[in-house]
Each structure stands twice: as C-alpha cells, then as structure tokens.
C-alpha cells in the first residue's frame, strides 16, 4: 500500500515485525519477506499476509499475484494498442511487464 500503510497495519494487527527486502525481486518477480516476533505473533501476521494476498487474487480474477486483468472497451483498447501498435510497445518497455490484449 501507500507508504507502506498495509504492512504497518499488519504489524500493528499482529504484533510481528514485518520486512520486505529491498532487493530487486527475483527471476519470478518475487521478493522475500521476513516475519519476526513471538511464535503466535508471526503466526498471526503470517495468516494476516496470506488472507490479504488472497483477497488480492479474488479482485484481479487472477491466482498469480504478479498479475492482473483489466476489461477495458473496444474503443479504450484501441488507444491502448495506439497506432501501429506503438503505445503498447512504449507501455511494455517503460514497465518491464509483459501485457497480453485478448482478441
């Protein structure tokens, strides 16, 4: 979230201490993080994370959480895409991400 305002709920919520490494994700684009605390504490926050990543998959319609789907009108796709395709393109280099336009 904003400023880290989900993790520190969490923390707040659970009493475990949460970290995210800084480092670039890996090559799956995942990054760790590390639970520290009492047992039932990281237990705690851990089940917090779990449903909260969960709750992430139901609103993108994904099980990947790297991932998401947008429904977006013809007309909006088609300024998506842009002319010869060069706004696609442009968005895919700029993000890193791979972006698929269903048919």
Known sequence: GRGGEVVKQLQK???ARIDI?????DSQGKRTVYLSGAKACVDKAKAM?????NKARELTGTSNP???VIKATAELV?????????TIRDLK???GARIDISK
């Open 78 to 86: 088609t300024i998506l895409i842009g002319k010869n395709g060069e």
């Open 21 to 25: 490494s800084k480092t670039a994700a």
């Open 49 to 53: 994370i779990d449903d909260t990543l």
């Open 93 to 95: 280099k700029e993000s």
């Open 66 to 68: 790297n991932a998401c």
């Open 13 to 15: 919520d659970s009493g």
